[in-house]
């Protein structure tokens, strides 16, 4: 019985032993699990952040650079200009504008540093909105002007020619007296 009783022990302590194996490893597992839903819930978090705030502003900052680029096109455009029909052919202030409107209101947001950006942004912008109306005004006054001393120089380049045909036909009048 002696023998039995110590065999009984050691099924006893095997089993056991398996048994505390099986639940650690079940503890262990639970563990994994537990680690990787937490690690899930992070990644989906920072997609959120990604989705909802970095994307959105990636997208802004690209339209307004967008913007400041047509605002380019257009500048050199109006500097390059000989007439009004190639003024006509540049890139509307309007539509700028409004690109710029729907780019700054895709930057909206809550915070005191983002408001306090945005109230930069807009006067900055405001500021170039003014430049660029002065501009359109000075570079069409500019070209009536030329217009206007090519219209003169044409008639004072043709009177000269007048008065060297009058001198033309006088030469020849007063050598001979």
Not at 41 to 57: A, D, H, I, K, T
Not at 81 to 100: H, K, L, S, V, Y
Request: proline share 2%; net charge negative; hydrophobic share 50%.
């Amino acid at each position: 019985m002696g023998r039995v009783k110590g065999k009984m022990k050691r099924v006893i302590s095997i089993r056991a032993m398996l048994i505390g194996l099986f639940l650690a490893a079940v503890l262990g597992a639970m563990a994994l699990a537990a680690t990787g839903l937490i690690s899930n819930q992070r990644l989906v978090g920072s997609q959120r952040f990604v989705l909802n705030e970095v994307l959105p502003l990636q997208a802004a900052s690209r339209d307004m650079v967008e913007v400041m680029g047509l605002f380019g096109q257009r500048h050199t455009g109006l500097l390059a200009a000989q007439n009004e029909a190639e003024m006509r052919e540049m890139p509307d202030q309007g539509m700028i504008a409004e690109r710029f409107q729907a780019a700054q209101l895709t930057l909206a947001g809550d915070t005191a540093e983002l408001a306090a950006r945005l109230a930069a942004l807009n006067e900055g912008y405001q500021t170039l909105l003014s430049a660029d109306t002065l501009l359109e005004q000075i570079r069409l006054e500019s070209i009536a002007l030329t217009s206007t001393m090519n219209t003169h120089i044409q008639a004072v380049d043709e009177h000269i020619g007048v008065v060297l045909d009058s001198v033309a036909a006088m030469f020849p009048k007063c050598y001979l007296e």
